[in-house]
Structure formats: structure tokens, C-alpha cells
T-cell receptor, first 112, second 112 residues
Framework: DGGITQSPKYLFRKEGQNVTLSCEQN?????MYWYRQDPGQGLRLIYY???????QKGDIAEGYSVSREKKESFPLTVTSAQKNPTAFYLC???????????FGPGTRLTVL | QQPVQSPQAVILREGEDAVINCSSS?????VHWYRQKHGEAPVFLMI?????EQKGHEKISASFNEKKQQSSLYLTASQLSYSGTYFC?????????????FGGGTRLMVKP
């Protein structure tokens, strides 16, 4: 079955700790994205990658970092520099930046 | 720049119709529509391209007015399963590399 997976589903972190969220896809998509969603709000773009070994900042990249060493994988690191990291994080992929995006199930991050 | 959706919320009785609007201040190449159930990932509904035809399947359809940079999503004879938050996403009509930008969402509740 082709799809996009994220792990873990729930993540708890202490203040001052970095944490990495996993995103894997087997759809052979070139483009991958990370979004942040706060309660009752829309989706805000953190980072995106249109091709392996290349990525660009989105609207709210401060305090986050990514890598794209493999086509299938686009992990997101939430660093201690992110002031308010508690949120629902969604990863998505698409054939290219103009096509529909397919979303993973999301990771709910809570900072204690 | 984020597209503006209206209304922000709507409550329907089963079988009633609804229209959700999405408006942008910039020239658009495409408009995407997604539906998100509470706690889940957004699911792609349809995409409307500049110069393309009105899209639809079953009782959900959409239109795209390129001159006004507006799109509308039509839900006819609504079912309980239509409940959720609907997001439009827009891609600007200029150089390549434009990213999908999501609106703030419209919360739809269908009651029996």
C-alpha cells in the first residue's frame, strides 16, 4: 500500500530539548512539506523540499530544521529555540508543488 | 498571502445545501479543496486549474472564477459524513516555485 507515515503519533518533550519527527513516503513523490496546525487554526508551512538534498523555509521556519537526504524521508527537528512548539504537525507529499498533497496522520507534540 | 474563507462556520441539517467561499488577493493558477475531520489529517477533495472546467463528484462540486480570484465549494443534500473543517489552498499564477497557501478553514457541522 502506498502512503505517507509519521511517527510517533504523540510526543511529549521537556522544555529545552530538541526532538525529531519522522516522515516517510513510498509514493515516489518529489515534493515534501511540513505544516504546523494549532487548535482551531489552519495549516502553516514550516519547510518544504522539492527535490532530494534541497529544501526551503516556509512561513514559520524559525526554531525548526529539516533534512532531505533520501527521496522517501523528510524528518523535522523541533529545536529548543522554538518558543511555543506544542502543536499538531503534519507532513505531506506531492508529485510536484502544483499537484494535490497527500497528508500523513500527524504527530501531536506537547511540551511539558 | 493567505486566502480568505467564508463563512468561518456553518451548521446544517442533514439534506440541506451549503456553499463555502475562498477568495485571494493575487492571481491564481489553481485552487485546492481539502476536508479535515477532528484530530485527523486533511484529505484532498479536488483541484481546480486556471482555464479548467468546474469539478465535482457525487454531491460535492466546486467552481473557480479566475477573474475574481475566487473559488466556491458546493455541498448539496449534505450528509452527516460531510462534517469537518474545509480548507481551500491556493497556488499563485506566476513563476514556478509557488507553494500552496491554505486558508483559515470553514467548520461545517451537519446535524440529523
Amino acid at each position: 500500500d502506498g502512503g505517507i507515515t509519521q511517527s510517533p503519533k504523540y510526543l511529549f518533550r521537556k522544555e529545552g530539548q530538541n526532538v525529531t519527527l519522522s516522515c516517510e513516503q513510498n509514493l515516489n513523490h518529489d515534493a515534501m512539506y511540513w505544516y504546523r496546525q494549532d487548535p482551531g487554526q489552519g495549516l502553516r508551512l514550516i519547510y518544504y523540499s522539492q527535490i532530494v538534498n534541497d529544501f526551503q523555509k516556509g512561513d514559520i521556519a524559525e526554531g525548526y530544521s529539516v533534512s532531505r537526504e533520501k527521496k522517501e524521508s523528510f524528518p523535522l527537528t523541533v529545536t529548543s529555540a522554538q518558543k511555543n512548539p506544542t502543536a499538531f504537525y503534519l507532513c505531506a507529499s506531492s508529485i510536484n508543488s502544483y499537484n494535490e498533497q497527500f497528508f500523513g496522520p500527524g504527530t501531536r507534540l506537547t511540551v511539558l | 498571502q493567505q486566502p480568505v474563507q467564508s463563512p468561518q462556520a456553518v451548521i446544517l441539517r442533514e439534506g440541506e445545501d451549503a456553499v463555502i467561499n475562498c477568495s485571494s488577493s493575487k492571481a491564481l493558477y489553481s485552487v485546492h479543496w481539502y476536508r479535515q475531520k477532528h484530530g485527523e489529517a486533511p484529505v484532498f477533495l479536488m483541484i481546480l486549474l486556471k482555464g479548467g472546467e468546474q469539478k465535482g463528484h457525487e454531491k460535492i462540486s466546486a467552481s473557480f472564477n479566475e477573474k475574481k480570484q475566487q473559488s466556491s465549494l458546493y455541498l448539496t443534500a449534505s450528509q452527516l459524513s460531510y462534517s469537518g473543517t474545509y480548507f481551500c489552498g491556493t497556488v499563485g499564477d506566476n513563476n514556478a516555485g509557488n507553494m500552496l497557501t491554505f486558508g483559515g478553514g470553514t467548520r461545517l457541522m451537519v446535524k440529523p
